[in-house]
C-alpha cells in the first residue's frame, strides 16, 4: 500500500515537471544525472573505458554544464561490440530491443527503456499535450487510439492498422478505422496525408479528435491537407527509436517540448561546442532513466535548434526545432551535399509541396521528384530548379518531376535522399 502511493507520487512529479519552472527542471536534471554517471561508470563498461580514457572521474559530474566533459557517443561506438559491453548486466534485461530504421546508415538494435511500456509513464510521454492543461489526468484513458504502422502491438482501446495493409487495400483499412471510431489517429506524416487525401475523396466521415504525427518531417502542406480533411489538429512528434519520444508539440505548433523529465537535449556546432539557444547545430541526447543500455550524450544524426524561452502557451519545458538528419547526404562530383540543404532550397516551397525526395541519376544529373499538394503551380518547377542550384552549382543538371507517390523505406517512412546512379550502371 505504502509502496503503490510512492510510486504514485514519484510519477506524479515525474509527470508535471514541464509543467514547473527552469530552475525546478534543471534541479531534476541534475539530481538524475547524479544518479546516472556513477551507475554507468560502474556497470557498463563501454562507458567506464570512455571515462577512464578521457580521464573523468563520475565524482566530478556534479552539474548540467559538467555533462560537457563527458565525451560525445553515437552509434559507431555500439557496432561490432558485444552487448554485454554496453548494456547493464548487475540486473536482469527488461527493456524491449527496437531496431532503427537504418535511414542514416547501419542497422542497430537499441534497449529501448522499460518504463516507456508502463501505461502511465508511455501515456505521458508520448500524449504529453492531452495533459497540459489537465495534470491531474495521467493516462490517455478511454481514448480510442488508432495507429497505421509497421510493427504491432496490441493494447487495449488501440487498433494497429499494418502500413502494408493500409498501402494494399486502402479501402478496407479505413473501413476499419471508421468503424473503430478513434480519438486519435496516430502514423507518419506521408502515411496520414493519403489517408485524409483518401477520405477527402470520397466523401467519408472521419472525425477523430486530435491526428499524431511521428518519425517524419511534417511540412506545412501536409499539415493543412490532413486538418483540413480530418477537422482536428494535428500534432507532431519528435523520438527516435533509441529514446521514444523525445518531444512533442503543444497547441502553438511552434517546436517540440522536450520531455525534460526524461531527457537532456545540447545542441553543438561542428567543434563539439555547445551553440546559443536558436542556433542549429547537432541534437546530443542523454537519457536519463535508461538504466539498461544508456545513452549518455547520444549523438542523434539530426540537426536542429534549442530555446529555452518561455513558450506562448506558458511552459518553460525548452523546445527544440529539427531541421533534417546530418546521415543523409549525396556526393555528387565528389563533393557531399546533405539532406538539410535540399530542405533549405525547398523550405519556401513547403505550403505547395506534400513531400519530396532527391534522387542522383548520375554522378551530374539529380532529379526533384515532388508530390505537389493543392497549391502547388506547373510554374514553381523552374523556381525549384532554380533555388537547388544555386545551393549545388550550374555543373549538376536538376530536373524536377511531379509525382504521385515516394516509395517507402521497410519502417515505413519516405526517403528523403536516393542513390540510383549505382543501379543505373
Ligand atoms: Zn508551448
Redesign the pocket.
Known amino acids: 500500500m505504502f509502496n503503490k502511493l510512492r510510486r504514485q507520487i514519484l510519477f506524479f512529479k515525474f509527470h508535471v515537471l514541464h509543467l514547473r519552472g527552469v530552475t525546478a527542471i534543471k534541479k531534476w536534471q541534475t539530481g538524475r544525472l547524479r544518479r546516472l554517471i556513477p551507475m554507468i561508470a560502474s556497470h557498463i563498461p563501454l562507458y567506464a573505458e570512455l571515462l577512464k580514457k578521457a580521464d573523468i572521474r563520475p565524482a566530478e559530474i556534479r552539474t548540467l554544464a559538467d555533462l560537457k566533459k563527458l565525451p560525445v557517443t553515437s552509434k559507431a561506438i555500439f557496432l561490432n561490440k558485444p552487448v554485454r559491453e554496453y548494456t547493464n548486466r548487475s540486473r536482469s534485461l527488461r527493456g524491449r530491443w527496437a531496431q532503427t530504421s537504418g535511414s542514416s546508415g547501419a542497422p542497430f538494435n537499441p534497449l529501448r527503456r522499460r518504463h516507456v511500456r508502463l501505461p502511465w509513464y508511455g501515456d505521458s510521454l508520448h500524449y504529453r499535450f492531452l495533459f497540459w492543461d489537465k495534470p491531474w489526468v495521467v493516462r490517455a484513458q478511454g481514448m480510442r487510439i488508432a495507429h497505421i504502422r509497421v510493427l504491432p502491438n496490441n493494447k487495449l482501446n488501440h487498433l494497429v492498422v499494418p502500413v502494408t495493409d493500409f498501402l494494399n487495400d486502402t479501402a478496407r483499412a479505413v473501413q476499419c478505422i471508421i468503424d473503430f471510431g478513434p480519438h486519435i489517429i496516430e502514423s507518419h506524416a506521408s502515411i496520414l496525408f493519403e489517408l485524409a487525401t483518401y477520405v477527402h475523396k470520397h466523401g467519408l466521415v472521419l472525425s477523430p479528435r486530435y491526428v499524431v504525427s511521428v518519425s517524419e518531417n511534417l511540412s506545412p502542406a501536409t499539415r493543412a491537407v490532413v486538418q483540413e480533411a480530418l477537422h482536428c489538429p494535428i500534432y507532431n512528434r519528435y523520438g527516435l527509436e533509441e529514446f521514444g519520444t523525445v518531444g512533442v508539440e503543444?497547441a502553438?505548433h511552434n517546436g517540440f517540448?522536450v520531455n525534460c523529465e526524461s531527457f537532456v537535449v545540447e545542441i553543438l556546432d561542428d567543434k563539439g561546442t555547445p551553440c546559443s539557444d536558436g542556433v542549429f547545430g547537432r541534437v546530443i541526447v542523454t537519457d536519463l532513466y535508461n538504466d539498461e543500455m544508456p545513452f549518455v550524450r547520444y549523438d542523434t544524426g539530426d540537426c536542429g535548434k534549442i530555446s529555452w524561452t518561455q513558450?506562448?502557451?506558458g511552459?518553460y519545458a525548452p523546445?527544440i526545432w529539427i531541421e533534417g538528419r546530418y546521415g543523409a547526404f549525396l556526393t555528387l562530383g565528389g563533393k557531399r551535399y546533405h539532406h538539410f540543404e535540399f530542405d533549405a532550397a525547398l523550405d519556401s516551397f513547403m505550403d505547395k509541396i506534400i513531400s519530396y525526395q532527391v534522387v542522383k541519376l548520375t554522378e551530374t544529373n539529380i532529379c526533384v521528384r515532388v508530390l505537389p499538394g493543392p497549391a502547388y503551380h506547373t510554374s514553381d518547377g523552374p523556381d525549384i530548379v532554380k533555388r537547388v542550384q544555386a545551393r549545388i552549382g550550374e555543373n549538376i543538371a536538376v530536373s524536377v518531376q511531379c509525382v504521385t507517390s515516394i516509395p517507402r523505406v521497410p519502417q515505413g517512412k519516405s526517403q528523403i535522399i536516393k542513390d540510383e546512379s549505382v543501379s543505373a550502371l
Open positions: 503543444c502553438q517540448h513558450c506562448a502557451c511552459l523546445r
